[in-house]
Structures are given as structure tokens and as C-alpha cells.
């Protein structure tokens, strides 16, 4: 076991106004753990503050209103008794001197009759996803969702507002929007799942404009500096998805315009979200980092030697891990010591109780 005490990851670092211990961030990661109504269980308390030793949490996404949804289990942002559940775990995590941000979520076509009473979910465009999805009956085919209404589209604005005044209310440090991994957002801006014709279809400028009223719905609630956003421009899952017919400039237009509006950081999936970190097509993570001026969170498959590597050439400023948080509360320990890191079965990473969530031992 090699210290790495020393190591310039593990040192505290300044991201906008707030002070980290570190500069490793807890991944988002959804484990639906929460009940029939989106609420975390109490235990969720216990499981993220276990886990403040990470410079930065980015809790598991979380559902902005009732059409958000997609998957079971999972918690919103959308009721006064959300909000109470989350209360518990700000103060769990905050007690711990940890600081945790809220991922807001829209799954929009990655859903499922069976979470909205029999109705279809919603979508830019009526293009079914590939595969499966899973639901209280087990694993079932996605479905052609419905397309939105242009007069719809404000509403959602409104649902993402409300969801982050909520996450104030709940105590929360900040909020990171999803952008990522193919939900709401993302189908509008790939032009391989959004074929409008209105003003949110079509052009770049058009397929942006949804994603950019949200974000600055959400900077109006918290201001630029508590805000955060996460992207993969090049990940194909869930719904096999295809990407873009011009990820680079499509995506560079994208993070030009959210350094503009200041946002405090970018956090990207290097890669397919936990699979290859392989470049794909002409997308260069370098570029697309350049073209933002706020921090830049890197993300998938990095250990603590590949974090020093891409912090030495200058090439991000914190890196977020998921999988191993799940079986290691203490990583940051962990990763200070060289010790040896625990894994979590694949069959706790989704639903269940506290087993294979909040129980994991830490070190000794
Ligand atoms: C169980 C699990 C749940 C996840 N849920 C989310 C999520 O809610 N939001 C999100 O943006 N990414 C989610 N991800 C992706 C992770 O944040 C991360 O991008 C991915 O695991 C790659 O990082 P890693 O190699 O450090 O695990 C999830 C990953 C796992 C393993």
C-alpha cells in the first residue's frame, strides 16, 4: 500500500465560492432506494453522509415533476414532502462538513406508460428508443413517446424552476442539470432525436433554445455560481441513441453558449458513460473543455493515477467517480492510503433496502 496523502487530488481546492476538501467528486449515480411517491427513505441520509469525504456530491438524478419520470424508485423535487426527505440528507451531509448539489431530471422518451397511469411519455419528437426499460413488472420495450406541444415546452421550463427553488428550500449547496446520457435535454439537442419544426427543432440555435431557457430558469433561482451541468456528447445509452451528425460543433456551440451565461462548472462523460473512454468520431473532451471558462468536472473510469495525469497537463480541474463510491463510504481514505477497494455486486447498484447501499464498512 503506497501513501498518497500528498497526492494534488486530495488537496482542498476552491470551486466558485465554496471551499472542497478535495478534488474528488461523488458521481451522480440512481439507486432507487426512494418509495412510490419519489421520497428518499431515511436511510438515504445515512448513505450520502457516509460519503461526504468526497470533495463535492452530486446526488442521484432526481425527478423535476410527475411526467418526469422514468424509472421506479427514483426521488423527486416536485412536493413539500420531497423536499422534507431531502432536508434530512443536507443535514446529514452538511454535519459532516460535506457540500452536495441536486441533479435535476427529465427522462422524457426514456420512460414508460406504466409510470404516468397508461399515458405516453413526452419527447421532442415521436422517435421510439431502442430496448427495454424497467418498471415495477420488470423489464419492458420502450414505446414511441409523445411529441411536445410547442406550448408545452414553457411549462417544463417552469417544472425545472420549481424543482430548483425546492432544492434551495432542502438545503442544498446547488444544483447540477442533466444533460447527459440521452434524457430530456440531450434528445433536443441531438438532431438524431429531435426532427421539429417549430422553434425548438431544426437549426442548432433552435435545438438549443429548450436546454438554455432551462438553464437560465435555473441560474435565476441560484445565480451562475451554484449552478453546475453535466453532458455526454458521445455516449449511446440508454435507447441506444445515436449521436449527432456534428457532435463537435454542436456540442462546442452548446458549451460556448453555457460559459457565457457563467455557469460554475461542466461536468462531462469522457467516453460512453461506463465504457470506453476511446475518443469517438472527431470529438476532441480537450476542446470542448477550452471552450468553457468555469471549472471542468471529468468523469468516467478515473483512478486517482489518471486524475493526477489530466490535472498535471491541465486538462480538468475535479474528477467525478461513480462505481466505486457504491461499496467504498470511505474512498477518499481509501485513495489517500492505497488501500484496497471494495466492489459492489451489480444486484445492489438498483433498488432494494439499506442492504448494499448504506451498510458498506469502511476500512478498519
Ligand atoms: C448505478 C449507477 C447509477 C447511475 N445513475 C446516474 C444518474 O442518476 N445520473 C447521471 O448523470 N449518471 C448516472 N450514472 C453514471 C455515473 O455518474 C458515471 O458517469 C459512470 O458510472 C462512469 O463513472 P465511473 O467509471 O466513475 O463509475 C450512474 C452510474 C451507475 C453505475
Do not use: C
Request: charged share 20%.
Amino acid at each position: 500500500m503506497t501513501n498518497r496523502i500528498a497526492s494534488p487530488i486530495l488537496q482542498p481546492v476552491t470551486l466558485g465560492g465554496l471551499q472542497l476538501k478535495n478534488r474528488i467528486v461523488m458521481a451522480p449515480m440512481t439507486r432507487s432506494r426512494a418509495d412510490d411517491n419519489g421520497i428518499q427513505p431515511d436511510y438515504a441520509a445515512e448513505y450520502y453522509a457516509q460519503r461526504a469525504g468526497a470533495g463535492l456530491i452530486v446526488t442521484e438524478a432526481t425527478n423535476i415533476s410527475a411526467q418526469a419520470r422514468g424509472y421506479t424508485r427514483t426521488p423527486g423535487i416536485w412536493n413539500e414532502d420531497q423536499i422534507t426527505a431531502w432536508k434530512r440528507v443536507t443535514q446529514a451531509v452538511h454535519q459532516r462538513e460535506g457540500k452536495i448539489f441536486l441533479q435535476l431530471w427529465h427522462t422524457g422518451r426514456m420512460s414508460h406508460p406504466d409510470m404516468h397511469d397508461g399515458g405516453l411519455p413526452v419527447a421532442p419528437s415521436a422517435i421510439k428508443p431502442h430496448g427495454q426499460i424497467r418498471v415495477h413488472e420488470g423489464m419492458k420495450d420502450f414505446v414511441t413517446p409523445r411529441a411536445l406541444r410547442t406550448d408545452e415546452i414553457p411549462l417544463i421550463v417552469e417544472d425545472y424552476r420549481r424543482g430548483a427553488e425546492n432544492a434551495k428550500a432542502a438545503g442544498f449547496d446547488g444544483v447540477e442539470i442533466h444533460s447527459a446520457n440521452n434524457y430530456l435535454l440531450e434528445q433536443f439537442i441531438r438532431d438524431s432525436t429531435n426532427v421539429r419544426t417549430d422553434r425548438y427543432g431544426g437549426s442548432l440555435e433552435n435545438r438549443l433554445r429548450f436546454p438554455l431557457e432551462v438553464v437560465q430558469a435555473v441560474i435565476d433561482v441560484w445565480g451562475a455560481e451554484r449552478v453546475g451541468i453535466r453532458i455526454s456528447p458521445v455516449t449511446t445509452t440508454p435507447g441506444e441513441t445515436p449521436l449527432d451528425s456534428d457532435t463537435m460543433r454542436t456540442f462546442g456551440t452548446y458549451v460556448a453558449a453555457l460559459s457565457n451565461l457563467g455557469l460554475l462548472y461542466v461536468h462531462e462523460i469522457e467516453g460512453v458513460t461506463q465504457q470506453s473512454r476511446e475518443e469517438v468520431s472527431d470529438v476532441s473532451f480537450a476542446a470542448l473543455r477550452r471552450a468553457f471558462r468555469g471549472a471542468y468536472i471529468a468523469n468516467n473510469q478515473y483512478t486517482l493515477d489518471l486524475a493526477e495525469q489530466t490535472l498535471a497537463a491541465g486538462d480538468a480541474d475535479l474528477f467525478s467517480i461513480g462505481r466505486p463510491f457504491i461499496a467504498n463510504p470511505d474512498l477518499v481514505a481509501r485513495l489517500a492510503s492505497g488501500a484496497p477497494l471494495a466492489e459492489a455486486p451489480k444486484a445492489y447498484w438498483y433498488g432494494g433496502d439499506s442492504t448494499g447501499y448504506s451498510d458498506w464498512p469502511t476500512m478498519s
